[in-house]
């Protein structure tokens, strides 16, 4: 399998490549050049397959040519074994035909660990086989730092560094980052905002000269391999609600694009997708785009559901490029627009055709506790905010009873307590099992001023396990 840029203009690569890589080197992000498509006979034929198994259906086209059949097998089915319920994405039945799917049985609690814990073995795996070593930095105001530490801290040849806001994020959102305990894993809490660290670690990708030749990997979301990983559990509920015979709307929680992308890539794979709902918070530039063609910078809301603010979506980009004809030159020209001016819209016909398969609702903070109290008034469940994001908005933009709608559970509630509080469930949470002890466990964290040569100086200095690059 080949990758290309969005944008046209930058080397095509293969799997092994492109997962090392960041943005393309046009500024683009990279694309399958050719999507697989499976037949419906082919899908049919994967009914009640363990996890992993479909799993490695799903995904081998991609990673074809890199990684042997024996070896991707071994590395799925270690990723999906370290899940703590046995069906991996188990769906929850709200109501007649609306079911949640929950996508937090993994070690950190939310959606991003089917990607990452997948990510940390498959780049383990292919550093190994060119005996090199990477350094990973990422900013994280929350859930991506966890899951990226949880997915790398078994990795012989990675070192990882978190930044995230001193005193800024929530505790169990810090412990669950602070107590994995590792002589590659490096948290750092800086004197200053998320923003600060985000602007810390895009320096740092473009000058990389304290690294003395290391080579520098992105763990956010623009990773093909994060989308790739979430393609999977999109084919894992269909199947298990009857498709390819029957079809299936999804409603995803989204933020930067990603995870209802792969929902789209599902579909153009082959399965049976007759909706995408996308459900968004008051940061709500995909809801303002898919309602009326108006893709625009507005200013960062703090919401309940902190996962999903945003102001920009950054595989947005992807979907702009099918819906442009797959044309690198036309793309490139508007992004630069956007970039210029903060805002873009695409022909009618391009938006007509997008609004064909996705519809959108953008959600307050009242809504979302509204729903986690009705969700529990009615079934004894407990939503975490973002879920209730995405059930609040497949209620209000169904268009098919008939058609099972999907809802993506991306986070389990215990880590969004506060939003819990507020929607007025008395009922204390507990964390799962394997966290109890969380609150008692040894943590490791440097505080740094908020200065980018205090930051790259450690990472030169602990950058190869603890020891200097
Ligand atoms: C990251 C995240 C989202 C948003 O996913 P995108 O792929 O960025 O759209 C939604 N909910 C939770 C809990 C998340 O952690």
């Avoid at 005193?167 to 959102?173: A, G, K, L, P």
């Avoid at 792969?262 to 399965?271: C, E, P, W």
């Avoid at 903060?342 to 809504?367: H, M, P, Q, T």
């Avoid at 969380?438 to 790259?456: D, G, H, K, S």
Wanted: hydrophobic share 45%; proline share 4%; charged share 20%.
């Amino acid at each position: 399998m080949r990758y290309i840029s969005t944008r046209g203009n930058a080397p095509a690569l293969n799997f092994e490549d492109v997962l090392l890589a960041g943005l393309a080197s046009d500024g683009g992000l990279y694309v399958p050049e050719n999507l697989p498509r499976f037949t419906q006979e082919e899908i049919a034929s994967w009914a009640g397959l363990p996890y992993h198994e479909l799993a490695f259906r799903v995904m081998r086209p991609f990673v074809e040519g890199s990684i042997s059949d024996t070896d991707f097998k071994q590395i799925l089915e270690e990723t999906y074994g370290a899940f703590a319920h046995s069906a991996i994405a188990p769906l929850r039945q709200l109501n007649g035909n609306e079911w949640v799917m929950e996508l937090f049985h993994g070690p950190t609690l939310a959606f991003k660990d089917f990607a990452l814990q997948l990510l940390g073995r498959l780049l383990d795996h292919i550093l190994l086989k060119r005996g090199e070593r990477v350094v990973i930095i990422g900013a994280t105001s929350g859930d991506t730092g966890s899951a990226a530490i949880e997915g790398c801290r078994r990795c012989e040849n990675v070192d990882i560094f978190i930044l995230h806001p001193h005193q800024r994020v929530s505790e169990v959102q810090r412990r669950q980052m602070t107590t994995i305990l590792g002589e590659n894993i490096h948290n750092i809490a800086i004197e200053g905002n998320f923003d600060d660290c985000q602007e810390m670690v895009k320096a740092s990708f473009a000058d990389q000269s304290f690294l003395k030749g290391t080579r520098l990997v992105a763990v956010n979301s623009i990773n093909w391999a994060r989308i790739m990983a979430q393609i999977v559990y999109y084919f894992h509920a269909a199947l298990q609600l009857g498709a390819p015979a029957r079809s299936v709307a999804f409603s995803v929680p989204t933020g930067n694009f990603g995870d209802i992308f792969a929902g789209y890539l599902a579909r153009n794979m082959g399965l049976p997708v007759s909706q995408l709902v996308v459900a968004t918070n008051r940061n709500d530039i995909l809801h303002r785009f898919m309602s009326g063609n108006q893709y625009f910078k507005e200013t960062l809301h703090a919401s309940l559901s902190p996962s999903m603010d945003i102001m920009v979506s950054s595989n947005f980009e992807r979907l702009l490029f099918d819906l442009h004809g797959r044309n690198g030159v036309a793309l490139a020209e508007l992004m630069s627009t956007f970039k210029a001016t903060g805002k873009l819209s695409v022909e009618e016909d391009r938006w007509v055709e997008a609004r064909k398969l996705f519809d959108s609702l953008a959600v307050s903070d009242e809504d979302t506790c509204a729903t986690i109290a009705d969700v529990f008034k009615r079934t004894g469940e407990v939503l975490d905010p973002h879920t209730a994001i995405g059930v609040k908005a497949a209620r209000e933009c169904r268009r098919n009873l008939s058609t099972p709608m999907v809802v993506l559970g991306t986070a389990h509630p215990v880590k969004f307590p506060d939003a819990v509080e507020k929607a007025g469930i008395g009922k204390a949470l507990e964390l799962p099992a394997h966290l109890s002890d969380l609150f008692q466990r040894e943590e490791r964290c440097t505080v740094l001023p908020n200065a980018i040569e205090a930051v790259q100086a450690f990472v030169a200095q602990h950058g190869n396990r603890g020891k200097p690059l």
